[in-house]
């Protein structure tokens, strides 16, 4: 007769671990196989049919332990795929929270990149342009002379000319302190709450073996 256990998906997770640590100590304790004499009549202090037993006992209970551990595991897979909750205001199922947990690093990677990106850009921008009204007189010096002696007109057609073609501003097409800001809060909000929010669920959320 088939016996079905329930428990929360918090109990499951103790018990696969616990399940993991007995698989290996109970294969490193089993005996599969043995050799010795044709005419010995004991194997390590037992009879030929009781080694024999102990060795089908030690196979049983390692394969046993496995099933166990495949069972539980496949039911909280299957309830993780269908559990929903809510992580920093989006609802997902349990089983995309956590993979977004894992996956979260390459938002990082992206955010990091974008930061570096911006700041350099806007260091080059500074310094560039921090360099853009000497550089004005000196061709306005070379062009018209003394500046004062020179016509408003020309002094302003040429300044004008000269900042148009010299003057550096941002290539922002993405609007990129906007995206910097909405991703950082995304990742902040995310881990901030993602692991209460699966604690809490698991706690509750129950499946049977």
Avoid: C
Wanted: glycine share 2%.
């Amino acid at each position: 007769m088939t016996t079905h256990t329930t428990m929360s998906i918090h109990r499951a997770l103790a018990e696969l671990k616990t399940l993991n640590d007995r698989i290996e100590k109970s294969i490193r304790e089993a005996d599969f196989i043995a050799t010795d004499r044709k005419s010995a009549q004991k194997v390590n202090g037992l009879s030929i049919e009781d080694y024999e037993k102990t060795i089908q006992a030690g196979f049983d209970k390692v394969v046993s332990l496995i099933e166990r551990r495949n069972a539980i595991k496949d039911a909280v897979v299957q309830s993780n795929a269908v559990t929903q909750v809510t992580v920093a205001g989006e609802t997902m199922t349990v089983a995309k929270a956590i993979e977004r947990k894992t996956s979260i690093q390459l938002e990082e990677s992206l955010l990091a990149a974008m930061v570096t990106a911006r700041r350099k850009a806007i260091n080059r921008l500074s310094m560039e342009n921090e360099t853009l009204t000497p550089r004005l007189e000196s061709y306005l010096t070379e062009i018209l002379g003394k500046k004062e002696n020179a016509k408003k007109e020309e002094v302003e057609l040429h300044t004008k000319s000269f900042i148009e073609r010299n003057e550096f501003v941002l290539i922002d097409p993405l609007h990129l302190n906007k995206r910097i800001d909405q991703l950082e809060e995304s990742i902040s909000n995310f881990k901030t709450e993602v692991d209460a929010v699966l604690s809490e669920s698991n706690a509750v959320t129950q499946i049977t073996i």
